[in-house]
């Protein structure tokens, strides 16, 4: 197995929180906007340091089940901090590969995964086993990658190479950040209803969310693409003077990769019945 790429790092940790900043309320938009009821059971899958657990929590509300499942055990303190902050609602937690995790069929009302399938070399039978986790009537709900649109202005050639050594980490753990494109097929071979479909993009100048969190990625995993031989010393210094150029003019302009809303419905159950636990 390859290590996660991006690593668990304090640095990574604070650049995740700045990503839910910036992200945060489209994913919790997301999921307003689909029909859980409380006292849902609900999976998240490579929660990462749980940065969507209080939203998860407020969805299924007091007599709802959360478990959070990553295979990162370098996590597991800072998801305990956010367990122990208090919300409704039980949290479990499981450290382990999603490729290795074999739930009861039929089990969870809801099923959330955030910027985890572009690292999964085979995406396609986690859909499938997630799809046969979920009750009738349940969701699968997963936001991720169509990485085109990416890009910066004025354009640079060291910025376009660092955008393909992007890729190419990804692809490096088996990855694939176009996923969200396959993503209606992997649903409709697991029997699921695209229920939603919905893209975001993030643009702006250098003082925007979107170009700091850019710079927040940049900065700190553009040494990372180098040392998995990704990008050359000399393409790594180029990029990071242009880098800090474009930053300094205020009319540059970056754009975020597309992010896009994927909910597939299992057929089957009343809202009624997808509620887990008696009132
Ligand atoms: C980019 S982070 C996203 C974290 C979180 N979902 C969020 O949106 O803040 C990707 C997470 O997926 C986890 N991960 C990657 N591959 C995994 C796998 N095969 N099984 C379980 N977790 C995995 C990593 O450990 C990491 O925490």
Redesign the pocket.
């Known amino acids: 197995m390859s290590e996660?790429v991006?690593g668990t790092a304090a640095a990574e940790l604070a650049r995740?929180e700045f990503?839910?900043e910036v992200w945060g309320q489209i994913s919790a938009d997301f999921l307003d906007r689909l029909d859980l009821l409380p006292g849902a059971w609900a999976l998240e899958?490579?929660?990462?340091?749980g940065?969507?657990l209080p939203c998860l929590r407020r969805k299924v509300g007091p007599r709802g089940r959360v478990l959070a499942?990553?295979?990162?055990p370098a996590?597991r303190s800072q998801l305990e901090r956010v367990i122990a902050q208090g919300g409704p609602g039980e949290v479990e937690i499981t450290v382990q590969?999603?490729?290795d995790f074999e739930p009861e069929p039929e089990s969870f009302d809801l099923i959330f995964?955030?910027?985890?399938f572009c690292?999964?070399p085979d995406p396609r039978s986690v859909v499938a086993r997630m799809a046969r986790a979920l009750k009738p009537g349940g969701t699968l709900a997963i936001q991720d990658y169509n990485h085109e649109g990416l890009s910066l202005f004025p354009e640079c050639e060291s910025f376009a190479a660092v955008v393909q050594a992007t890729r190419a980490m990804h692809q490096h753990s088996g990855g694939d950040v176009w996923i969200a494109a396959r993503i209606p097929q992997l649903f409709r071979e697991a029997g699921l209803e695209l229920v939603e479909y919905r893209p975001h993009v993030l643009a702006g100048t250098p003082l925007s969310p979107a170009y700091r969190w850019a710079d927040a990625f940049f900065t700190l995993h553009a040494q990372s693409m180098h040392e998995l031989g990704l990008v050359s010393a000399s393409v790594l210094a180029r990029f990071r003077q242009d880098w800090a150029k474009r930053k300094a003019e205020p009319s540059s302009v970056f754009f975020s990769p597309i992010l896009v809303d994927c909910a597939g419905r299992k057929q089957g159950g009343g809202r009624r019945e997808r509620v887990s636990r008696p009132a």
């Open positions: 996660y991006l995740l990503q839910q899958l490579g929660t990462g340091p940065l969507m499942l990553d295979q990162s996590w590969r999603v490729e995964a955030r910027w985890l690292y999964l």
